[in-house]
């Protein structure tokens, strides 16, 4: 319960997450510190955060729950071939591409595997794995992630997935090889939502770049974002993995130069989960799905 708190960040928020009433929660924090002769939270206005004792305590239970999971991974691996359930979770497009084939490489590689899939944001992934509700999470790198450091979890890159520059058939650079965002200054943009990531990456981009984009329309979905541009509202930034409605106008161009936008994603797991059997044959799968996935990977590290 302690640990609950201190990653949803409230007793109610922890309470919820372990299918407890926030009453009962309360009470085994209240029993905890009893047994310790501790305080375990402090109050701040009408919440409460955790007190340095508790902060202290939080560290060794983090390196505990660590350890038990490397020895979960090693008494597996006596057992042969990787088995069981794994839960998979990850957002829309990487289940859509990647981890959907991926079900069908495993069942036939290991039969004795079950996986089961969940599409779900980066956030969510932590909060399953943290619950013990997922066991490999694929997710895009953001700086609302846990730190590296985080020793609750275990972080190793896949994959970087390009932006490209989509745009509506006909457009002056849809038959360019390649194009220089340096380029786009005076286009009209599509970009995502405020508060989204491809929001955040399209005004990176375009400020890296020396401009600031003017905005003739906000979307959600890529889909949406898609439609309008090929109902010539706009030019937009798309990643690679993104597979575009087939019935539309579009052209891809491949963004070239020394600001070229990608999404980084991650596999995610619990510390130590990655030893797991049944997690590195899953891993291994992944891998070469990412290899047979036209034109994302790892890119040059002048452009990354």
Excluded at 2 to 15: E, F, K, Q, Y
């Amino acid at each position: 319960m302690l640990r609950a708190i201190a990653h949803h960040g409230t007793v109610s928020g922890a309470a919820k997450a372990l299918h407890m009433s926030t009453s009962a929660a309360s009470q085994q924090i209240r029993l905890l510190a009893k047994d310790l002769g501790v305080s375990l939270l402090e109050p701040v206005g009408r919440g409460v955060r955790l007190s340095s004792a508790a902060q202290v305590l939080i560290a060794h239970i983090d390196a505990i729950e660590a350890m038990w999971r490397l020895a979960e991974a090693e008494l597996q691996a006596t057992e042969g071939e990787p088995s069981g359930m794994l839960r998979l979770c990850g957002f829309p497009t990487a289940i859509a591409t990647l981890l959907a084939p991926l079900v069908d490489a495993a069942r036939e590689r290991y039969p004795a595997l079950q996986l089961r899939l969940r599409e779900a944001e980066a956030s969510e992934c932590f909060d399953l794995l943290f619950a013990g509700e997922g066991d490999l999470a694929l997710v895009e790198a953001t700086p609302d992630n846990p730190p590296p450091e985080d020793i609750r979890f275990d972080a190793q890159t896949v994959f970087n997935d390009p932006f490209d520059l989509v745009v509506p058939g006909g457009h002056w650079c849809a038959e360019s090889e390649a194009v220089d965002l340096r380029e786009l200054e005076r286009e009209p943009w599509i970009i995502g939502v405020p508060g989204s990531m491809h929001r955040r990456h399209v005004l990176t981009a375009c400020s890296n770049a020396g401009f600031r984009p003017t905005v003739t329309g906000e979307a959600r979905e890529w889909n949406v974002i898609a439609v309008m541009v090929a109902h010539k509202m706009g030019v937009a930034l798309i990643p690679r993995l993104v597979d575009l409605p087939h019935h539309l106008d579009l052209v891809r161009v491949p963004v070239s130069g020394p600001f070229t936008p990608f999404r980084h994603f991650q596999a995610v797991t619990l510390r130590g989960g990655a030893r797991r059997p049944s997690v590195a044959a899953v891993m291994d799968l992944l891998n070469e799905q990412v290899r047979a996935a036209e034109g994302i990977g790892p890119l040059p590290e002048t452009q990354a």
